[in-house]
């Protein structure tokens, strides 16, 4: 069975910093071009950072450009996305997804085959 599972999601005051990570079972992490995605209360699911299958390729969206990193461990099937600095605006659901090897690293979920059911990050004093 193919599953993606969200973890390390949680409560951290503004300029603290959260590791997030994908775990992948039913198939390898390695081939696949990975996106971390959030959706915060009342917006838009926004793209927010992307690793591609050959790892040449990253994208992040500019507002956690220099504060946020994204990284494979493919010893444990795992992408991790490391947060610091963290604001309070980036308080949202973090979903991670994989696509296809094709898929392009754009922030976009166009291409995204499997989803993960997400894990909340809150960021608040």
């Known amino acids: 069975q193919v599953q993606l599972v969200e973890s390390g999601g949680g409560l951290v005051q503004p300029g603290g910093s959260l590791r997030l990570s994908c775990a992948a079972s039913?198939?390898?992490?390695?081939?696949?071009?990975i996106g971390w995605f959030r959706q915060a209360p009342g917006k838009e699911r926004e793209g927010v950072s992307c690793i591609s299958s050959s790892d040449e390729s990253l994208y992040f969206v500019n507002s956690v450009k220099g504060r946020f990193t994204i990284s494979r461990d493919n010893a444990k099937n795992t992408v991790y996305l490391q947060m610091n600095s963290l604001k309070p605006e980036d308080t949202a659901v973090y979903y991670c997804?994989?696509?296809?090897?094709?898929?392009?690293?754009?922030?976009?979920?166009?291409?995204?085959?499997?989803w993960g059911k997400g894990t909340l990050v809150t960021v608040s004093s």
């Open positions: 039913g198939f390898t992490l390695e081939t696949y071009t």
């Open positions: 997804a994989a696509g296809e090897p094709t898929t392009y690293c754009t922030g976009s979920p166009y291409g995204m085959d499997y």
